[in-house]
């Protein structure tokens, strides 16, 4: 059976905005070995997959600086210190699009972006009945187009490749298990 690496040392490199890079020296006793790990301390994530009344998904394209391209993706972000994450969800939506949903948004599921070196959860909504209900409130670098896509259209954009985002797929990866299968109680 695998057991858990045991912490030795850790050293943090420093602060970089979305994350802390920290050098951790772990020992594994039974394979008597020993070594340092990059791992990136991040705020938990949170994205969102809002709906309309009338079948559509709400998608947002903004242009990635790691990629170097513009890419096709549901509202998301970061979760703010002591913020729970379904309103970070919301608040996030609202920011970038202007729209909310009616009552709140239900949690499709959750995931860990990278356990090889990020520490974070992804946290993944829907959120149905939405509708625009004001303007964009967007952060100072953002410059996001948004845009409705009918529901339908949604996995034949993920096969040709429109949608690769990870974090993005992962979401309508839960939204398609649990919602269109209806194994999830959720309120539409």
């Avoid at 919301?90 to 709140?104: H, I, P, S, V």
Wanted: proline fraction near 4%; charge should be negative; charged fraction near 25%.
């Amino acid at each position: 059976m695998i057991k858990k690496w045991d912490t030795i040392s850790e050293r943090t490199v420093g602060n970089f905005k979305i994350f802390d890079l920290s050098w951790i020296k772990r020992r594994n006793s039974d394979l008597n070995k020993e070594g340092e790990f990059v791992v990136l301390k991040s705020p938990q994530w949170v994205n969102i997959i809002p709906v309309t009344s009338e079948g559509n998904v709400v998608l947002i394209e903004q242009y990635r600086h790691g990629t170097d391209e513009i890419t096709l993706e549901v509202p998301g972000g970061l979760v703010e210190k002591n913020e729970n994450p379904r309103i970070a969800a919301q608040r996030e939506c609202q920011e970038e699009t202007g729209f909310a949903g009616n009552g709140e948004a239900e949690l499709l599921g959750e995931n860990i972006p990278n356990p090889a070196f990020l520490t974070n959860t992804c946290h993944s909504y829907v959120w149905f009945n939405c509708k625009k209900v004001s303007g964009q409130k967007l952060d100072r670098h953002e410059d996001i187009n948004v845009i409705e896509v009918p529901l339908t259209e949604i996995k034949k954009m993920i096969l040709e490749g429109r949608i690769k985002h990870s974090l993005v797929l992962t979401a309508f990866f839960f939204y398609f298990l649990k919602v269109e299968n209806l194994t999830l109680p959720i309120n539409k």
